[in-house]
């Protein structure tokens, strides 16, 4: 059964640091291929500062461009909001039972795990592989046999950053794929 990795973000905007994530976990831990999936609405984060859903959900098919491995995926966008990880896994799984799922997390997410919607669940029935941020504790779910932390290479960039240098005037230029800073320059979505 072919495993895909589901690396969700809000993507506002997908950076390089999110495509060096989803290229190495696509081509270096046994995965299939890597969906990434724009969130509508993270239950965490206040709506006001994300930009439109399909913007974002373009912005990340732009940073794909023709990388077979990778895939834009809106599928939270039809499901209700806010979206919780394990309800989209439930559609996901119900949808495509010839695939396995796969969890992509930061382990500032692993830490905070607990607090999700049916965790338990996530943790049953789906591994998770977990790429480590610098000075974020693991917390205790680093032992789980579900769960497989992975070195990845990391970039010290943040899209709130990227957002504050286009508000600013500033160039953005490397910090996101070719596409999307070329997109950027012509469509005034965070200015």
Not at 31 to 42: A, F, K, T
Not at 56 to 74: E, F, M, Q, T
Not at 80 to 90: E, G, M, R
Request: hydrophobic share 40%; aromatic share 10%.
């Amino acid at each position: 059964m072919p495993k895909v990795g589901l690396f969700f973000g809000s993507f506002n905007p997908v950076h390089v640091g999110h495509m060096i994530i989803a290229n190495f976990m696509a081509t270096q831990t046994g995965l299939e291929e890597v969906w990434m999936v724009v969130s509508p609405h993270n239950p965490l984060k206040p709506k006001k500062t994300l930009a439109r859903d399909h913007d974002r959900l373009h912005l990340v098919r732009l940073a794909i461009g023709d990388n077979p491995k990778l895939k834009a995926s809106d599928v939270e966008f039809g499901l209700p909001q806010p979206s919780y990880t394990v309800d989209t896994l439930s559609y996901l799984k119900e949808k495509y039972p010839s695939r396995q799922f796969v969890l992509i997390m930061g382990g500032d997410n692993l830490a905070t795990l607990h607090k999700w919607k049916n965790y338990e669940l996530l943790l049953r029935d789906h591994e998770i592989f977990v790429y480590q941020r610098p000075s974020h504790d693991l917390g205790d779910l680093q032992q789980h046999p579900g769960i497989k932390i992975v070195e990845a290479p990391l970039m010290q960039i943040s899209a709130s950053y990227i957002r504050n240098c286009l508000k600013a005037g500033q160039s953005v230029q490397y910090l996101v794929p070719d596409a999307v800073y070329r997109y950027l320059e012509e469509v005034a979505i965070y200015r």
